[in-house]
């Protein structure tokens, strides 16, 4: 079935340091990517996606690409504030019988400090 | 404010009772996803309906169902609980079934089984 392993958690950062977070997957057929962002006592947001190969998602400073061969999509961020702190998720949605279904990874805690 | 509303926010019930969770799609919106969140599993895929049809079924238990009624909104029906059944259940619903289309998160139902 489809999987995630997401970035162990949770990650410290300071403000303006630069941010990777690491995603790799396995699902079926060519599935869209996501990451979803969930602040604290929120549900989750999309943040970006990308839907198909070498695609790049982006939103607030945020970026990821979908690399194909790797089955990676990493998110990275130049310079992270204190507002980005919050859980982040990544999510292949499954193609073929799995169509619809976000598989998500376990999250990684970002943590901003000033 | 996604435009998904789920009631009620809080519920607490215990062993062996049965609940009822509600969902209110986005206007315009004819997919329902349900998830599941929980410290131990993390955010689990439940099941997905389509303009009131069942689309696709994830890790749900059988003492779980769930509909979607023609007006489109969905409830999740939960019985015989454990306490094992104590989690976050997010309801989420996207224009279209599955594929690139963003699914909008509501804020969430926190179930306590005592």
């Known amino acids: 079935g489809d999987s995630v392993t997401q970035m162990e958690g949770p990650v410290t950062l300071s403000e303006e340091a630069f941010l990777t977070i690491n995603c790799t997957y396995t699902?079926?057929?060519?599935?869209?990517l996501f990451w979803y962002v969930q602040y604290p006592g929120e549900g989750l947001q999309l943040l970006l996606k990308a839907t198909k190969a070498d695609d790049k998602g982006s939103n607030k400073g945020f970026e990821a690409t979908y690399r194909k061969e790797t089955t990676s999509f990493h998110l990275e961020k130049g310079s992270v504030q204190v507002s980005d702190s919050a859980v982040y998720f990544c999510?292949?949605?499954?193609?073929?019988?799995?169509?619809?279904?976000?598989?998500f990874g376990q999250g990684t805690i970002l943590t901003v400090h000033p | 404010d996604s435009g998904v509303t789920q009631t009620p926010k809080h519920l607490i019930t215990a062993t062996g009772q049965r609940v009822t969770l509600r969902c209110s799609p986005r206007s315009g919106d004819l997919s329902v996803y349900w998830y599941q969140q929980s410290l131990d599993q993390g955010l689990q895929f439940l099941i997905q309906?389509?303009?009131?049809?069942?689309?696709a079924k994830g890790n749900i238990l059988e003492r779980f169902s769930a509909q979607q009624f023609p007006d489109l909104h969905s409830e999740l029906n939960l019985s015989s609980l454990e306490l094992g059944d104590s989690a976050l259940y997010f309801c989420?619903?996207?224009?279209?079934?599955?594929?690139?289309?963003?699914?909008?998160f509501g804020p969430g139902t926190r179930l306590t089984v005592t």
């Open positions: 989420a619903s996207s224009v279209q079934a599955g594929g690139p289309y963003e699914q909008y």
């Open positions: 699902a079926t057929g060519y599935p869209s």
């Open positions: 999510a292949p949605e499954g193609g073929g019988t799995s169509y619809g279904k976000l598989t």
């Open positions: 309906y389509y303009n009131g049809e069942e689309r």
